[in-house]
């Protein structure tokens, strides 16, 4: 096992939270992302998968310090040593560990300014942080460009020539620019059709070969996070109810969560059809309950469940909050 | 209560037939075939799915069949005959466009739900407002009897307390619950035919499966059609009966749901199935991706569209003629590699 590049403690993440004053009690507001602690090797891809409102994207935006947050540690550790506490860091060494630590977004369209020219994209952070222009910096960007499979004459036009497939590459370059060690990718081939998702997929493998790259990578789609993932996270209002290794968490789910999100999951093989046993019935969700996140959607829930939180325990290699882990 | 199926169509007369079909939009750029030159019937009781990625034309073909198509879209050729429960045969690609005619059909007989439920329910009217306001158009019901049945619906699509969402705005309901009142709304006239444009894309996968089982499930009772249009081989092979894989304004491949998985013939479609990760089966290697990207619609491929990505491009064939659809076993495909005669005369 290597070495941990990202220890992430407790973290949690409320939004609307108020002090209090003469008239009011202080309140807790809502809670995104709920004390959750994990840790990313380096060299692996950590997938953290979950449906929209679990907290998997504010999650990724607090590791960032887009979000700060709101109690909790999160530590990342370079290759050249010196452990950095991103929570509450200030913004100087923020905009160091930001080389370092890189985002890929799921939009290719919202998060490539379209009044730039593709050299000045992909190649802003060295403008800023190394100061390159001219021909140092077009060399450096045609590098970039190579590295994720554009030709290099496409940097004088802007993001709107592009197709989807195309504007996620540039995305891709402008997230390696820096040499980072650690990229979150957020949804980064959700917005892509089959045959450019597959491309992109390929590419980012290539490169994490390549750049000795760790993945952090954020997505709802099963299919994909099982392809590329070393670990999995599975993410549920906030809360990491299960992880585990790949091969485990696909094989041998524990917490029923992630069974019922498994068997969710239409199959392209039109002879498992009607493998889904019962019939899924919508829920009213609710406030989160006082004891497990899952309990209200939960067919085991007991009293139990509904008044007390589950502990994190160990079944089969996987770490899994659920009363009755290992017993259902 | 009317919720019971009212029509008796048999499997052997298509409730739709579409031939030669062409959409172009007269763009400033130029000609865009966004449908060039589609066959398609649509058989009563079956779910038939158009499966094609993003800019195949696989939405503007469902949008002509209800004349919907905005501009600088319109239909250039081709026809597009309905066979009316009374024997009548309309043909919707002729149609005068906002006719007597064609809204008697729209909405009644062919009913459309969307990805997004906002583009088909209005913001600042109740959910029940909107589902009698459809109701008392095609039907001649009192205001009280269509509440009624609007609530019924609300409660069959498996919305928890319908009558008091009938007095909801859909800003106050979720996103799955969303898709369900919308699919109330376009249920409420008993369509003989649902189209569905991508229903399911924007949703969770936990609501999705359920509102995959809701349509499978009216389909039979209401014994309607269903044309689901998607990019997902997953919601594909759970719920389709026939698939029309598309590519750039053309059908490639028309198949069985069995067929097209066990034994896909155009390359096309191969190469699609082989590019999506699959939970249990795909390891960490490489994907067997399509190489290239889908060609600017303004600069179409002359001959084969396919054949600027095939990797059984035949040079002086596939670049010169266009292959026509052919049957082949129990499906059809428009490749050259299944036509022996064309290849002998290269």
Redesign the interface.
Same mark, same amino acid.
């Given at each position: 096992m290597s070495e941990a590049i990202l220890e992430v403690k407790d973290l949690t993440m409320s939004f609307g939270d108020t002090k209090g004053g003469w008239f009011s009690k202080p309140m807790q507001g809502f809670v995104a992302v709920d004390a959750v602690s994990f840790e990313v090797r380096r060299g692996e891809t950590f997938g953290i998968v979950g449906?929209?409102g679990s907290g998997k994207t504010t999650l990724g935006r607090c590791i960032l310090r887009v979000l700060d947050p709101s109690s909790g540690s999160i530590r990342f550790l370079p290759k050249e040593g010196g452990a950095v506490e991103l929570a509450g860091a200030p913004i100087d060494q923020l905009r160091q560990v930001w080389r370092k630590v890189r985002m890929i977004f799921q939009d290719p369209q919202a998060s490539l300014n379209p009044r730039l020219r593709v050299i000045d994209v992909v190649g802003q952070a060295l403008q800023k942080t190394e100061g390159l222009k001219g021909k140092a910096l077009a060399d450096r960007v045609a590098g970039l460009l190579e590295n994720v499979g554009l030709r290099k004459e496409f940097m004088h036009r802007y993001p709107n020539a592009f197709?989807?497939? @195309?504007r996620q590459r540039l995305g891709i370059a402008r997230a390696l620019s820096t040499h980072p060690e650690l990229v979150v990718a957020d949804e980064a081939v959700s917005a892509l059709? $089959?045959?450019? @998702?597959?491309?992109t #997929?390929?590419l980012l +493998?290539d490169l994490q070969e390549e750049f000795a790259l760790t993945f952090l990578f954020i997505a *709802?789609d #099963?299919? $994909?996070v099982? *392809?590329?993932c070393d670990r999995v996270a599975v993410m549920y209002r906030g809360q990491f109810v299960e992880v585990a290794d790949t091969k485990t968490l696909?094989?041998n789910p524990q917490h029923p969560y992630t069974r019922? #999100?498994?068997?969710? $999951? %239409? $199959?392209?093989? %039109? !002879? +498992? !059809?009607g493998r !889904?046993r019962g019939?899924?019935? %919508?829920v009213?969700v609710g406030a989160a309950p006082k004891g497990c996140r899952f309990s209200t959607r939960c067919p085991h829930a007991t009293d139990l469940c509904r008044q007390t939180r589950p502990p994190a325990r160990r079944i089969g290699g996987a770490d899994v909050l659920c009363h009755y882990a290992g017993e259902i | 209560m009317p919720l019971t199926p009212m029509h008796n169509d048999t499997q052997d007369t298509p409730l739709v037939e579409i031939k030669g079909l062409k959409t172009h939009f007269f763009t400033d750029d130029g000609l865009v075939k966004a449908v060039e030159g589609v066959d398609l019937d649509i058989l009563p009781n079956r779910t038939l799915c158009l499966l094609g990625e993003s800019g195949c034309g696989k939405s503007i073909m469902a949008r002509s069949i209800l004349r919907i198509v905005d501009a600088p879209g319109r239909i250039t050729g081709g026809s597009i005959l309905y066979h009316a429960a009374d024997g009548r045969t309309v043909d919707l690609a002729r149609a005068r466009s906002g006719s007597k005619e064609l809204r008697a059909i729209r909405g009644s007989d062919i009913a459309m739900i969307f990805q997004e439920p906002m583009s088909s329910l209005g913001p600042i009217q109740k959910i029940g407002k909107q589902i009698t306001e459809t109701i008392r158009l095609h039907r001649d019901v009192t205001k009280a009897e269509a509440r009624e049945e609007a609530i019924d619906m609300l409660a069959r699509v498996g919305i928890p307390r319908p009558a008091e969402r009938f007095e909801a705005y859909p800003f106050e309901l979720s996103g799955g619950m969303r898709q369900r009142a919308m699919i109330a709304m376009a249920l409420s006239c008993q369509p003989r035919l649902l189209i569905a444009d991508e229903p399911t894309t924007a949703l969770d996968v936990t609501t999705q499966a359920q509102i995959l089982d809701l349509i499978a499930e009216l389909k039979d009772e209401f014994k309607m059609a269903v044309m689901l249009i998607t990019h997902d081989l997953g919601v594909v092979a759970e719920v389709a009966d026939d698939v029309a894989v598309m590519y750039m304004g053309k059908i490639v491949e028309k198949s069985d749901v069995y067929g097209l998985f066990e034994n896909p013939q155009h390359p096309y479609t191969r190469a699609l199935l082989d590019s999506v990760p699959r939970i249990g089966v795909t390891t960490r290697d490489r994907l067997p991706a399509i190489r290239g990207m889908v060609p600017h619609p303004l600069a179409r491929p002359s001959g084969c569209t396919f054949r600027t990505r095939c990797d059984h491009f035949m040079p002086g064939l596939c670049d010169l003629r266009e292959p026509q659809l052919k049957s082949q076993g129990d499906g059809q495909v428009a490749c050259f590699l299944h036509e022996e005669e064309a290849r002998a005369d290269v």
């Open positions: 449906e929209s197709s989807g497939g @195309q059709d $089959v045959s450019i @998702q597959a491309q #997929l390929n +493998q *709802h #099963l299919a $994909v099982e *392809h590329i696909f094989e019922a #999100l498994l068997q969710a $999951v %239409p $199959v392209a093989d %039109p !002879r +498992q !059809r !889904r019939k899924a019935e %919508p009213d | -």
